[in-house]
């Protein structure tokens, strides 16, 4: 299956240069860890997870088409 991914803040520096987004071939069944792993994230960062737009989790199982987002934690004020 594939999944589009986006990655955000800091995370974006993982996608190939001039990329916003990427296409990824996963096995039917992958979650969203498997697309972490796919980019190296290291599991202990804290993330915030967006599949199709609604929150997520590194347990969420995909299906096809799926579009996620990965973004770090922010602060500010």
């Known amino acids: 299956m594939e999944v589009t991914v986006r990655l955000f803040a800091t995370l974006k520096d ?3 240069e001039d990329k916003k987004k990427i ?3 996963l096995e039917a069944g ?3 860890n ?15 997870i967006k ?4 929150h ?7 299906e096809d088409r799926d579009r996620v987002g990965i973004f770090p934690p922010v602060g500010g004020g």
Do not use: A, D, H, M
């Open 56 to 62: 997520g989790s590194k347990s969420t199982i995909l």
């Open 51 to 54: 599949v199709n737009g609604r």
């Open 14 to 16: 993982l996608l190939p």
């Open 34 to 48: 498997e697309v972490i792993e796919y980019f190296e994230i290291p599991q202990e960062k804290p993330l915030i």
């Open 30 to 32: 992958s979650t969203v």
């Open 23 to 25: 296409s990824i071939e």
